[in-house]
């Protein structure tokens, strides 16, 4: 068996290999997708069109709360997969559920934001910088939204099959993707957030 | 919305082809359950996973767009053909353009070259399939179900009207407030994430599943343009897809990004299409780079001149053409020195380019070289290629840009690096893997009428056109007054389409003919061929080879045969673990397909609802644990023995 070896579970098939592979190679056109967004963004994070503008509308204590939530989730993803690979399926669950948590507190906060706003006033409607920061942000929220949903789908086929290679290499993968959105979300705080503060 | 805003009425030839596809397609339905064949399509095609199948699909579906995309240029050509032309009027002229310019692009050149890249591309490897069969029909079927769609907006609401690069403010909702427009943004992005996928799927297939003693640098030509295109495509759809979902943005849910109203930016579309759109000429130009590799190889009878230069000039090709967008708007407002930046990095791709029509000028050097027609299409796109760069060096500086861009010099310039590019290759991919994927040989003697038709009437609708755009003529004009000189030209680029037309009818009877009556016994290896998809029958035996083979070298099918390697030994002969068909790929994509229609008419809420479809999908994906089966070795054996015969 590969846990008797030096590799990993979820590296112990060649198909599991090839899927994380693929998997990289996704998140490379994800981080092409992502930057296309971050450019449309500088081109038009001046374009207010009358509408309001940064500082009337960042509230720097949410973002850091957003911002503690999701790094926080991104450290118990990396213990659940720690625990995975010490095969202690119950403590591997139980950090997956708390990611879960933290990334549902992530998106009732950034759903609070959307609504502040809105209230605002900043729509995708308002102004050219309306349409980029909003469209941006959600297209990073869609990312955490779906990736809740996936982290879901996995823990039920966990609790039914148990850490296998198929299970654990399906996990890993998500958990790549987590780290992803968490990397993606330091760039909106630092080039969105705090730029847009400064 | 009423019913007559919803199908397009009122255009006899729009009633006329509306009534033609209506009855086609009872008639289809009719057919195939008269022949009872529901089931075997469902089972052995719609729900396959072999690449072979997979691709000879996006083979079929890429020669019905080209039929209809190639009705479209007739169109045009019918139009323009004489001064003050009545056939089309602007509007239906508009249209036209747009979906010849789209379908030929995303729906003809991309699926003609990856279908042959999903038959070939595994095999030249040798492997058994690719990395991953589901996703790889998913990707066929979000392809076909774009390209569903994209083609019913003639008959229902509309087809778009702002040019395959569908600028901005053109595009907009203000100035196209009809939904064709909201086709192209939404039929391109369904299609659009199925290429993305193909992409992923051959960068792990080539670097995970070569055959043992394959080092990259031993790698057949035409796998090492799969790979570079495959990076190509990585790096440049994530791109349209935003580009496109902006669109949609700002016309579906009046965002701003490119509408100047809100303080968008039109000039942010043709920045984000172009860094898009000219890796995609590449995109689609690299693998036929590859066929022509192979087939000027074989036909010579020698290995591939320049082997290592052919590498690092593909390449440098992928790697410029990301640095060159600027070149398709010099006109538009840049600075000096911005456009001379990318006159020179335009420039430089002549430099790989050049580096690789010499590379085949010297395979071909001292070659015994056998003028089969899959060669002719090779030898007719050297020097009608080196026509479209050298025009395309022509285009590069910026000043002299000023002159040609937007005329019919510019639109001849494409159309010749991308139909002895990409169509020249396609047939002669065709005419080399056709027995490999069918069992027999297209007819050598049609296909001579087929070359010299197509090559000759190519040439005579296209070349008029560097002429009258040189005179001045832009490109997209629907008429033009008799005072202007440019009826002769024009007339006789219209009887070259005809010419060209009749080629293309010539291959479709080549096809028909040698379906009927050409021979079935060719065995595996029918042309004397250099590289690994050779070594199995004709066709391709569903679990592609009974052996993985041991590579030593280039060339390797070829060292096997030379060296009496090319056969198996019973005791051998293992299990093959085959992956089972699976229906999700379509039922995901027929999904996105209806997402995607009532989006296009803005149906919002029935669209969200409908999505629920697609998440259902993803679940049931999810939750799919089928490994698939395996095939006995016994099975296996007894294969083998039937086509290699001497076992
Ligand atoms: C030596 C290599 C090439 C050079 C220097 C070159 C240069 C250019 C330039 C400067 C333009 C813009 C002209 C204008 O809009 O005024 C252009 C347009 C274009 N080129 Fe090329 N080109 C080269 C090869 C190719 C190849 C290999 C393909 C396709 C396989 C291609 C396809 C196109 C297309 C599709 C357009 C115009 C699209 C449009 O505006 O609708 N070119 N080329
Ligand atoms: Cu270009």
Known sequence: MASQTSTPLEYSTKQNEMNILGFWIFLGAEIVLFSTLFATYFVLEQSYAGGPTQSDLFILKDVLIETFLLLTSSFTMGLAIHQMRGNNKNAMLFWTVATLLLGLGFLYYEINEFNHYIHEGLTLQTSAFGSAFLTLLGTHGVHVALGIGWVIALIIQVVRRGITAVTARKFFIVSLYWHFLDVVWIFIFTFVYLKGLM | MKLDEFFVTGDPLILGSQIAIGLTMVGLVVLITYLKKWKWLWNEWFTTVDHKKIGIMYIIAGVLMFFRGGVDGLMMKAQTSRPNMEFLDAQHYDEVFTTHGVVMILFMAMPLLIGIINVVMPLQIGARDVAFPKLNALSFWTFFVGAMLFNISFVIGGSPDAGWTSYFPLAGSEFSPDVGNNYYAIALQIAGVGTLASGINFIVTILKMRAP??????????????????????????????????????????????????????????????????????????????????????????????????????????????????????????????????????????????????????????????????????????????????????????????????????????????????????????????????????????????????????????????????????????????????????????????????????????????????????????????????????????????????????DEFWLMKKQGRNTIKKEDVKDIHMPSNSAIPIILSVAMGIVGFFLVFEWVTLAAIFSVLIIGGLIANSFDYDDGYHIPAKKVWETEQKWRGDL
């Open chain 2, 213 to 554: 003693g394959m080092k990259l640098m031993k790698m057949p030509m035409f796998s090492w343009t799969t790979l570079v295109t495959s990076v190509l495509i990585v790096a440049a759809f994530p791109i349209f897809t935003v580009a496109l979902a902006l669109m949609t943005l700002d016309r579906i849910f009046g965002a701003h990004f490119f509408t100047v109203a809100g303080g968008g930016d039109p000039m942010l579309w043709l920045n984000l299409f172009w860094l898009w759109g000219h890796p995609e000429v590449y995109i689609v130009v690299l693998p036929a780079f590859g066929m022509f590799s192979e087939v000027i190889a074989t036909f010579s009878r020698k290995n591939l001149f320049g082997y290592t230069a052919m590498v690092v000039s593909i390449v440098a090709i992928a790697f410029l053409s990301m640095l060159v967008w600027v070149h398709h708007f010099y006109t538009m407002g840049n600075s000096a020195a911005v456009n001379s930046v990318f006159s020179i990095t335009t420039m430089m791709i002549a430099i790989p380019t050049g580096v690789k029509i010499f590379n085949w000028l010297f395979t071909m050097r001292k070659g015994r070289i056998k003028f089969t027609n899959a060669m002719l299409w090779a030898l007719a796109f050297i020097p009608n290629f080196t026509i479209g760069g050298v025009t395309g060096v022509m285009l590069a500086m910026a000043a002299a840009d000023y002159q040609y861009h937007n005329t019919l010099f510019l639109v001849a310039h494409f159309h010749y690096t991308l139909i002895p590019g990409v169509v020249f290759a396609v047939f002669a991919g065709l005419y080399y893997w056709w027995p490999k994927m069918f069992g027999f040989k297209l007819n050598e003697k049609i296909g001579k009428w087929h070359f010299w038709l197509f090559v000759i009437g190519f040439n005579l609708t296209f070349m008029p056109m560097f002429f009258v755009g040189l005179d001045g003529m832009s490109r997209r004009m629907y008429t033009y007054s008799e005072s202007t000189g440019w009826g002769p030209l024009l007339g006789i680029s219209a009887v070259g389409s005809l010419v060209l037309a009749a080629g293309f009818a010539a291959l479709v009877y080549n096809i028909y003919w040698s379906f009927r009556y050409a021979s079935r016994d060719i065995g595996g290896d029918p042309w004397d061929a250099r590289t690994l998809e050779w070594a199995t029958a004709s066709p391709v035996q569903e679990y592609n080879f009974a052996i993985t083979p041991q590579v030593t070298d280039h």
